[in-house]
């Protein structure tokens, strides 16, 4: 569809302020001199910068490709998607049982492309067997292999947690000049330097992570430094502000995109700015709010008025953007979701509305914590050192890392899942008839032997006084 389709082409890639053009209008010339005519990719502010296609036909991929390596510095094969689409179309994870395909495809971009090419790919049943499939991409030509520490089957409430240990595998088993992005279960900040030094990869990619909590990669200001944009509560804990993180993202669709420059606005609210007068609203009785300057009535003008259909991807992925971030805000003030939620694509001054309404959330979120916390209002915040380990399968809950995640809901954080076994109780997530059957067989053949069904345990008294209990596993317990 890239290849074939130039309204798609526009739709999901903006390099230039122009519509794209076709690799033979582009001729040779690599980049364009002007840097003021670059969006995506602009090469003073947005590089390097990877394009990533799904394929199944080399032909078509390099096709495809050559439409975009004038403005990107290399071009990702996406061998991680696990959705039905995926499936139906043969291709991202679907496409892991065909390792010749697999080669064609990157060996295809990797002869005849100007800029390396790349892959992401995810693990499979057993390291071994990820190993060999990781050195199968790599002899294709990949420059650069994006590691996703999940199987394909993990997906939806499914997920479960990566598995950073099949990665450090990799790492110690393939050539050391090998470049390898680790990615899974980054969810915060403090989760990027652990998973490096646990993976040994050479970088950190994040995808859900940075869609709910933009700031991920940026690093939080020392105490007593936090200025407007990041709160930092009595406890030590915080984060930045959705307030200030949506302003600053309306002002680069103002500055980038629109190229004109942003609205004056005031400060960001702190609590400890100086009470402003109440002021009396103003009404406008020129126009009720069912008529507009003209008298007709809205609606029925708006029927009338067929708007042009958004296509610029930077303008019509915003409100998908906006929910993803203002998720914990908008779940409490549904005025704001209701306001998001009639937001059109390239509607800003509809988005700039949603702004003014969270700036307000902010505000009435932080003098409501200045209250409840006033007693404590002459102690300095603390110095929290957080555990950086979040070991979900200890407690087999989720509940560990929502409580080291948690933050007041004016601030920007992540989303966790809760784990599959979480999400079988509550009835999100129920087995297949073929799992069900399984099960039923072996607990039959558990109890056929004289075994109870997982196992039992039996407390034992140790110590010279018989003072400490300790539970041993016994026959049919699973250890390890």
Same mark, same amino acid.
């Given at each position: ?184 279960? +980054? =969810?915060?900040?403090?989760?990027? &330097? @652990? ?6 990869? %050479?970088? *950190?990619?994040? $995808? ?48 980038? +995109? =629109?190229?004109?420059?942003?609205? &004056? @606005? ?6 400890? %700015?100086? *009470?402003?007068? $109440? ?49 914990? =805000? ?151």
């Amino acid at each position: 569809m890239f290849t074939d389709t130039p309204k798609y082409r526009e739709s999901h890639f903006q390099p230039t302020k122009s519509a794209l053009l076709s690799p033979s209008e582009l001729g040779q010339e690599l980049q364009p001199a002007n840097p003021d005519l670059h969006l995506d990719g602009n090469p003073a502010i947005d590089r390097p910068l990877f394009v990533q296609f799904c394929a199944n036909s080399p032909d078509e991929f390099l096709e495809a490709a050559k439409h975009v390596q004038p403005f990107c510095d290399a071009v990702d094969l996406n061998l991680g998607c696990p959705q039905g689409i995926a499936k139906r179309g043969r291709y991202g994870a679907f496409l892991q049982e065909e390792w010749d395909t697999i080669y064609k495809l990157i060996n295809k971009l990797h002869t005849e492309l100007s800029v390396p090419v790349t892959a992401k790919m995810r693990v499979l049943e057993t390291k071994e067997k990820t190993l060999e499939y990781a050195k199968k991409i790599l002899s294709a030509g990949a420059s650069i292999i994006t590691v996703h520490g999940r199987r394909r089957d993990q997906k939806g409430h499914n997920t479960g947690l990566a598995d950073w240990s099949v990665i450090r595998y990799l790492r110690e088993n393939l050539p050391t000049d090998t470049v390898i992005f680790a990615n899974g279960n +980054v =969810l915060r900040h403090e989760d990027i &330097e @652990r998973c490096l030094g646990e993976t040994g990869a %050479d970088g *950190v990619m994040s $995808a859900e992570g940075n869609l709910y909590d933009p700031t991920i990669f940026g690093e939080p200001p020392p105490i007593g430094q936090e200025g407007r944009e990041y709160w930092r509560g009595r406890d030590g804990k915080g984060g930045y502000r959705m307030d200030a993180v949506l302003r600053r993202y309306m002002d680069i669709i103002y500055t980038y +995109v =629109l190229g004109t420059s942003p609205p &004056e @606005r005031k400060p960001l609210f702190l609590a400890s %700015d100086p *009470v402003e007068p $109440a002021k009396e609203p103003a009404i406008d009785v020129s126009a009720t709010d069912d008529e507009d300057e003209a008298g007709q009535p809205q609606r029925k003008r708006q029927k009338r008025e067929k708007q042009q259909k958004c296509s610029s991807p930077n303008l019509s992925s915003m409100q998908a953007h906006c929910f993803h971030m203002l998720r914990p =805000l908008v779940s409490k003030h549904t005025n704001v979701r209701d306001a998001l939620a009639r937001c059109k694509a390239g509607d800003v001054p509809a988005f700039e509305n949603v702004l003014q309404m969270v700036e307000k959330a902010v505000k009435q979120g932080l003098i409501e914590y200045e209250k409840e916390t006033s007693n404590d209002q002459d102690a300095a915040p603390q110095v929290v050192v957080e555990s950086t380990v979040i070991d979900e399968t200890k407690d087999a809950s989720s509940l560990a890392t929502v409580a080291m995640c948690k933050r007041p809901w004016w601030v920007c954080q992540p989303y966790v899942r809760p784990l599959p076994k979480e999400a079988y109780q509550n009835g999100a997530l129920s087995l297949s008839k073929k799992e069900k059957a399984r099960l039923a067989q072996e607990e039959t053949q558990t109890k056929e032997v004289g075994l109870q069904p997982e196992g039992r345990v039996e407390a034992q008294s140790l110590g010279e006084n018989h003072d400490r209990k300790v539970e041993i596993p016994k026959e049919g317990m699973v250890c390890g």
